[in-house]
């Protein structure tokens, strides 16, 4: 698995590729919350490359979800494949997270969401 970070405005865009395992997982957490510690709270994730995860897998997103919620962001997810909707669906989270299918659709989705002035 890999994790690419990259900017685009105020949102940080992390692009995964490969399973999401425990320890992929694991680091993908520890991403969002050194984003969340430096006070970057609008993250837009990824999943293009994404070819599966588990129900605790789901749980973790949700969790960090939550937390860049409490801290005036969002956790927006991009590229879901047919699998990884079945997950999130069978799990009832579909409707927590905000999808999209491109990254600038949901980076733009951010835009009336307070930048803060």
Known sequence: MSIK????????????????????????????N????????????????????????VGVLVEEM???????????LVGMGDELCRVFDGLGTGEVFCRFKMVDDAVADFGDEGDGS
């Open 34 to 57: 050194s984003l969340m510690a430096a006070g970057e709270t609008r993250v837009v994730l990824d999943l293009h490359k994404v070819k599966g995860a588990s129900l605790m897998h």
């Open 5 to 32: 970070k990259w900017k685009i405005g105020d949102v940080t865009v992390i692009e995964l590729k490969g399973e999401l395992g425990h320890s992929r997982m694991a680091a993908v957490k520890n991403a969002l």
């Open 66 to 76: 939550r937390k860049l919620r409490r801290h005036g962001g969002d956790l927006k």
